[in-house]
């Protein structure tokens, strides 16, 4: 039960707070420029927006992607 809470715990901490949504919106900021609009919403689209429907995904499918 521990490793298992383990594993999805270190997977979350991957899929949210991995480098490149550390090190990616500084950078994304400063080089847009005039664009800093669009440019933070297709980062909050695909920084924040797909890791949430992958949850809600796995949610709603617990045993995986097996087809046996």
């Given at each position: 039960?521990?490793?298992?809470?383990?594993?999805?715990?270190?997977?979350?901490?991957?899929?949210?707070?991995?480098?490149?949504?550390l090190?990616?919106?500084?950078?994304l900021?400063?080089?847009?420029g005039?664009?800093f609009?669009?440019a933070i919403?297709g980062?909050?689209?695909?920084g924040?927006?797909?890791?949430?429907?992958?949850?809600?995904?796995?949610?709603?499918n617990?045993?995986?992607?097996?087809y046996?």
């Amino acid at each position: 039960m521990f490793k298992h809470g383990l594993q999805i715990g270190l997977l979350l901490f991957g899929m949210f707070f991995g480098a490149g949504n550390l090190i990616f919106p500084p950078s994304l900021g400063f080089i847009s420029g005039g664009m800093f609009a669009p440019a933070i919403l297709g980062f909050l689209l695909s920084g924040i927006g797909m890791p949430v429907i992958a949850l809600i995904i796995g949610t709603f499918n617990p045993g995986g992607f097996a087809y046996v």
